[in-house]
């Protein structure tokens, strides 16, 4: 549109909601002026109009003077956007930001006779748009440190984005706590969908839409160890908070979280063990409740460990406000409690028991005197870590001592006074009957003694007899022997039958008896200690028993003999495990060392390997060099470091077996080895999760294997080029018969051209597996629709393939960032196979469905099925199906579709079963809709 010189033009100027100026191209003298031109330039009317223009404007002259002459020249407009000025405004230099154009205005004759400057001030919008940039561009600089904080803590710390709750940053303590998950990217109740109808899920969402921070500690959350995986307990502690954008609005939750399963774990342990401690102390107590002695044991800083309910009862007091109390503590008299400290040490010194007699007051029943035994209590090296006492009150015995001491002295009295004088004969039988009275009280009491004593004894038989043990007791110099039925039946009797000490002795093994009567000899005369296992040959059953006694020797104060109590116990089945684990560990050690296999133990905890010498020589190691987790991954090779390392965290975190095949280089003979590890994980609360396993040596065999790929590889590569030659001449061929009614000719050169494809593509085929395991192969990688693959690659299929119905469902596109090619030869690959192995005028069906943040592409056929037990194998490397001999193949196809996928970070695998079909399945990530628009 070209503006035109005349009135219109002139109202328009003045009246235009932005400034102009019209300028005189020959002269540069402006003609017209308005005034929001004015206003911009802050210049009057007077300064402007009929002036001029570059006199007006000296201060901008040298950066827009070329600029407005090349307008004048070329007929073309000049336009500057926002730019920055230093104008003289209202007498004053000011820095402002301006739109203007020179725009020529052309005559009927299409000359340029004028040009008009229109200028818009952006000043206001300039500095405010930058103003808020700067505060962006601080706020992201603040929030990329706080990340970097993030990522350092020791804590796991992760950020939800927007409403979806995307996972934008994940700090390292967080991943580790969730190894085998996929997390950026991803929303977090899909990545971890046990969240899905928990507390947490409900307390995220009111933190994300009502901004409102949440604390939960010791949550049990169910997590699998793989994503889709079986579930287990765990427990994490969690906080989190709103974040907030520039413009303080809610776009996202921190999300602070530890894990706390080892600590609720080691509470419960400890509550478990408090229990077992207090039903232990049960037990005892119900062993000894009902002896009235007082028992107690203290350690060797005079404090009580122990006590039993009539000690506590004696002194007032409870387990709690007792147990680990001192002497003085408990009550007792400073000379009471000194004299027992001193007998504790003499204990500690000589290891011999001390015996005495005291007099002390009870809670209840006043001053009793007491009767007490020290005795040592010693551990495995003999050392006394313990004393343990026993106290009975004999206040009751010393009182009938007392009264019969006072009996005797009355009787005397009256022997005296019936010599004196009969006539006191009376009184003194008066007073005889009162004694004799006395005295059948004192049997009373005595045989009441008596009787509690007996109880006792029963209730420590009681005790015996649910531990299951066999007793005895022995006289040292009369030999006589008595025994429990638990300790015949042991020895192979029947309960009627008698037992002496040397049947006992006969039916111990042949080659114990002797160890047996010996060490019994040494204890009896010698007063050593008695604890001997041996094993017996049954009476009558004839059964072998392995049994350990323990006994306990007692001298008769007179020194003219001594008695021999113990105990016999039955250990047949753990010695017996014993064995078998001796047996088992020497058999794994012959073909540990026939097999040549090194031995390794990787600790998780700590991170460091435990090996065997052989181990050690893989490596290239010195049998005595330690052999740090670290060095041990440098001597691999670059290229599989990072696989060896992915597989050892990956049994770590899901307890996958651990089973891989790389090449090392010897540290100091820099040999190249090929080795295969096989580990298994060990999961161990106590002292730290741990792999262990066996390597062996693989050199030789794949070296073959890489030489039978080179040959592979070079014989392929050798045959492409006669193919390629024979294809070109029946080509050439169908050319000169496509006007030819030779029909058998023409049909024999298509079935030609057909298998020429086929033996091309078996070729490709072994190319492409010698390149991937040369590592040769290339992945080129472009973004593109496979939606629109899929259909070329049915399409090409369709052409060649006349004895099938193969159809492509509808879907929409798809796209990913792969390449197409081998992408391409994956689908026709998958397709070929349905062809083979399903029979004419059968249906094959090719799907590609968007799943969340993947594509899946499938192969459906109605053929002959796959064994549940070959579909493992399936995927390996010349692998064929038994069922399949028949058909022509090597086994292939299928590995190599496989290595294609993985290279691509996807999946593949099939579902099927005999004699129903198959349907072959893999997945790609898809492509972001945004980056394929940039692109």
């Not at 954008?245 to 063990?273: H, S, W």
């Not at 294809?727 to 169908?734: F, S």
């Not at 005028?841 to 053929?863: K, P, Q, Y």
């Not at 990530?925 to 628009?933: G, R």
Request: charged share 25%; with cysteine; aromatic share 10%.
């Amino acid at each position: 549109m070209l503006l035109t010189d005349g009135e219109d033009l002139y109202n328009v100027v003045l009246n235009a909601p932005i400034g102009i100026c019209i300028l005189n191209a020959d002269t540069l003298v402006a003609e017209v002026v308005n005034g929001k031109f004015l206003e911009v330039s802050g210049k009057s009317y007077d300064a402007i109009f009929g002036h001029y223009y570059w006199d007006t404007f000296a201060e901008v002259r040298s950066q827009y003077e070329s600029a407005l002459a090349g307008v004048i020249l070329s007929g073309q407009s000049y336009y500057a956007n926002e730019v920055e000025l230093m104008l003289i405004r209202n007498g004053q230099e000011e820095i402002v930001f301006v739109t203007f154009v020179y725009a020529p205005i052309k005559d009927e004759l299409g000359q340029v006779g004028k040009v008009a400057v229109w200028v818009l001030e952006n000043t206001r919008q300039v500095v405010e748009r930058q103003e808020r940039e700067v505060a962006t561009l601080t706020f992201k600089k603040e929030r990329d440190r706080l990340e970097r904080y993030f990522m350092q803590a020791p804590v796991g710390i992760c950020i939800l984005q927007g409403p979806e709750l995307v996972y934008e940053l994940i700090n390292p303590a967080y991943d580790n706590m969730l190894l085998d998950r996929e997390l950026l990217g991803r929303p977090i109740f899909e990545a971890l969908p046990e969240l899905v109808n928990s507390p947490v899920q409900e307390m995220l969402l009111k933190t994300y839409y009502d901004g409102e921070p949440f604390d939960m500690n010791d949550v049990l959350i169910p997590v699998s160890t793989f994503e889709g995986g079986p579930t287990k307990d765990r427990y994490f502690s969690f906080s989190f908070q709103p974040r907030r954008d520039e413009n303080d609005v809610i776009d996202g939750v921190v999300n602070i979280v530890f894990e706390v399963t080892g600590l609720i774990k080691t509470q419960r342990e400890l509550f478990d063990a408090r229990e077992y401690a207090e039903q232990q102390k049960r037990v005892y107590e119900t062993i000894i409740s009902n002896t009235p002695d007082l028992m107690y044991v203290f350690d060797l800083d005079y404090r009580f460990t122990y006590a039993n309910s009539a000690l506590l009862s004696m002194w007032g007091k409870t387990w709690d406000n007792a147990i680990g109390k001192s002497l003085l503590e408990n009550g007792y008299e400073p000379w009471h409690a000194e004299m027992h400290e001193r007998e504790i040490e003499l204990i500690k010194k000589t290891k011999q028991s001390i015996r005495g007699e005291v007099s002390f007051p009870h809670a209840t029943l006043g001053r009793r005197i007491y009767d007490y035994i020290l005795i040592p209590v010693l551990n495995q090296a003999g050392e006394v870590v313990a004393v343990a006492g026993t106290t009975r009150d004999i206040t009751e015995r010393k009182n009938w001592e007392d009264a019969l001491a006072q009996s005797a002295e009355k009787l005397q009295a009256i022997n005296e006074e019936l010599e004196a004088s009969n006539e006191e004969q009376a009184a003194s039988n008066e007073e005889l009957t009162a004694i004799n009275e006395e005295l059948e009280q004192v049997n009373r009491q005595l045989l009441e003694a008596k009787q509690k004593i007996e109880e006792g004894e029963v209730a420590l038989r009681l005790a015996v007899s649910a531990a299951n043990f066999g007793t005895w007791f022995l006289h040292s110099v009369t030999r006589e022997f008595i025994t429990d039925t638990r300790l015949k039946q042991l020895f192979g009797y029947f309960p009627e039958e008698d037992l002496s000490f040397e049947k006992a002795l006969a039916q111990v093994r042949d080659d114990y008896r002797d160890y047996v009567s010996a060490k019994l000899e040494h204890a009896i005369y010698h007063n050593g200690n008695y604890d001997v296992t041996y094993p017996i040959i049954g009476y009558h059953d004839q059964e072998i028993r392995w049994l350990r006694c323990i006994g306990n020797l007692k001298a008769d104060p007179s020194g003219t003999f001594s008695t021999f109590t113990g105990i016999v116990m039955d250990i047949t089945e753990q010695h017996l495990a014993a064995n078998n684990v001796e047996q088992a560990e020497e058999g794994l050690r012959l073909a540990i060392e026939s097999g040549e296999l090194a031995i390794w133990y990787l600790d998780q905890k700590l991170g460091t390997i435990i090996a065997s010498p052989r181990f050690n020589e893989m490596f290239g190691l010195r049998s005595d060099e330690n052999v740090p987790f670290e060095a041990v991954i440098a001597q691999i090779l670059p290229e599989y470091r990072q696989m060896v390392q992915n597989a050892v965290n990956e049994t770590f975190a899901t307890g996958a077996n651990f089973n891989v095949e790389y090449a090392v280089t010897g540290f100091h003979d820099g040999k190249l080895r090929w080795v295969r590890s096989v580990g298994k994980y060990v999961q161990n609360t106590k002292n730290g999760n741990y792999i262990t396993g066996v390597m062996a040596d693989i050199t030789e065999q794949k070296t073959d294997d890489i030489r039978k790929s080179d040959f592979i590889g070079m014989v392929s590569h050798e045959l492409k080029t006669p193919l390629t030659s024979l294809n070109a001449y029946i080509q050439l061929l169908q050319q000169k018969l496509m006007s030819s009614n030779e029909r058998f000719i023409i049909n024999a050169l298509d079935q030609s051209v057909k298998q020429v494809k086929k033996m091309t593509t078996m070729i490709n085929g072994f190319l492409n597996i010698s390149r991937l395991e040369s590592g040769k192969i290339h992945i080129d990688l472009q973004h593109f629709d496979i939606a629109e693959l899929a259909a070329e690659t049915v399409l090409e299929t369709n052409l060649m393939v006349n004895t099938h119905h193969i159809v492509l469902n509808p879907v929409m596109p798809t796209f990913v960032n792969a390449d197409r090619d081998k992408i391409g030869q994956v689908i026709n690959n998958l397709i070929s196979n349905a062809v083979k192995y399903s029979k004419p005028d059968t249906l094959i069906e090719i799907s590609c469905v968007t799943d969340g943040e993947e594509v899946r592409v499938s192969v459906t056929d109605e053929g002959i099925g796959i064994r549940s037990e070959d579909i493992n194998q399936l995927f390996e490397r010349y692998y064929r199906v038994e069922s399949t001999k028949y058909i022509s193949g090597f086994g292939i196809g299928l590995y190599l579709c496989a290595e294609i996928i993985k290279r691509h970070e996807g999946r593949i695998w099939v579902e099927s079963e005999p004699e129903k079909g198959s349907t072959f399945y893999f997945s790609l990530p898809i492509l972001k809709s945004t980056k394929v628009d940039m692109d």
